[in-house]
DNA sequence: TGTTAGCACTCCATTCCTCTGAGTGCTAAA
DNA sequence: TTTAGCACTCAGAGGAATGGAGTGCTAACA
């Protein structure tokens, strides 16, 4: 069934003005709005027919109304408006996308830390293969007596290092061997292509740097098989500041107990094909504990077979519209950032700048 | 003044009693325990004594005694027993050092968990460095057209990469020759041993390859004056388990907004020469803000001039003794664990194994 | 038929009060 | 010097009273 014109304006009415002051919303409170013409006992009339499609909720008789999770998701896929950044916005936003670091891993956790900073709520990023990977060099680096490190570049420009105790005396020329027989022979395979016989004869080639190809092995085939990167997520303090939270530091604790690194890590997945952005609204999210939780989650080309996802999590009740339009000014500037040939191109400015507070 | 032994008998039974329970101790609490064979008036006037000298507080009039923050420093400095970790408890904490990881940062990362977890209280950790760095080993490799990953390995077994996007096409045997100079003119020097006039030669040296020579000098540089690793800070939520900030949500952000990483990875520096643990109790920290939260810190060696701090945030009442015995169980083996040849040797089990809880 | 004003009713949140009990300090006796 | 006893204090729990926001319903109106 159909909502009239008028029951769309009521349901985003109440939407908005709940994401905004937390608290219940009355008729009059709507009636007051500038552009409604119709009385409060109309607005009654309308909420409790709202309510009965359970588009809203009555937290008790003599209180306003809030919106359902049901309301929510209509608001969120059919009348929320989209937000305007304003000019002060955007430039506070830019100054934050001068990252100072480039090591890859890094500017993702720094990234994370501004999102949460600029939405004030908990956020989250991780970095996800869209394609399996290969590796792409293998490089044998002497760090001192009995130890060496192994450097492993993958696609998607992913390079992992990792410091290795030899079992055995290995000279430094049979560590140049060995690593040129591993570029040789294993670069742009994936996992699955890497076989058993490949190894053996890599080991017969290697000389007496044989013991170290398990090792080197173990690393390479773990780090081809990761599908993601480390989950970085930061501000979970910030939930406090969310009036549901303040009082109830119990069930903060819990998201974040229930809201683990490999949850996380996972969530890219749900990420639509077509769109960039994701809302997960409260009990449409994958453990109970998140039924009053919401997610909204925006993807990033990274290119190179690679994607990235940036994340805020919050009440339910959260500025969809505003967050969205943040988290998609990010992922826009943070996908050319990571794909042009210089890193310290000026963000890109967006077209017109009024805003809409 | 000197205490008495029964003064200080009754301190460290308030102390041992409030960090329990988190209420005021009463005198006849106190009466109550076994090896106490004096009234509960004697220890009323002992109290007032105590109170006196600024040992212990009361919240009002007909409340018990808390401790002061200097009741808790004596309590730590002369009074505090040693906790013996139970067989349980070094049983769970082998199982937890069992670091499924390798690679250094993400060791850290988990350490931070770990210790967050066996300690219910948010926990950090961080690598700084003891000595000049210098550099060990630079390696350029080509990432695809126009980039290149550059490795660069320094003392401490600090290895770093970055993605460059060559500003010039530069040729495979152009990049292998730059790097044989890095190698040979670069290699164990500190940043400040490092001139320009050097840097003019490389650059001469490094043919076509020259425009690459700034780009790798800055991120060398940049690496080589880094004192210390990345903070990695876990659990904020879990001080809200505590009573203390159970409904003080506030407070617990506030103690975050102010215990950025900026801070934490400058703590270690306060850190003794001769101990490996210090104690911050209240408002012996830095920030006003972090008056009623306290930080017990322990350092453990990583070798080759650098050294991990553990480091666990939590109220001034905290159970020092048990967490300064659990981070010191940490502190030993991961101390061992990174110096070791074998990273897999399993943890030193301590000599005997009683609990006192 | 749809809209609106008016009104009785509901019920949460706040305030204020009382009361209880834990704990103290002091005094006087042992 | 220690201890029993006692009057006193005060935070916190529990309960009643109050205020007010918001509803649903009815009846009048366009």
Redesign the interface.
Known sequence: MELTERQKQILRAVVDIYISTAEPVGSKAIAALPDVSFSSATIRNEMAELTQLGLLEQPHTSAGRIPSPAGYRLYIDELMQDYRLSLDETRSLNEALELKS???D?MMSQVGKLVSKMTNLPAYTVASRRSEAVA??F?L????P??I?L?L?LSG?V?????V?LPVNVSEAELKLLSAVLNASLTDLTADEISGELLEKISRSAGSAAPLVPLVMD?TLESLRQQHG?VHLTG???L??QPE???A??K??EV??TLDEDMLSNLPAVLPRDGPVQFLVGPENVAKELKDTSVVMMRFDIG?GMQGTIGVVGPTRMEYAKITAKLGYFAENLGRMFQK???NLPPKLPDGSENEE
């Open positions: 480039q090591e890859f890094k792409k060099h490089d680096i002497m760090a001192g009995g130890s490190i450097v570049m420009e390079v992992k290092n990792k410091l105790k690393f480390d979970q303090m910030r406090l500041g939270y303040r009082d530091a119990e903060a604790q974040f107990e190179d040939t210089n890193p």
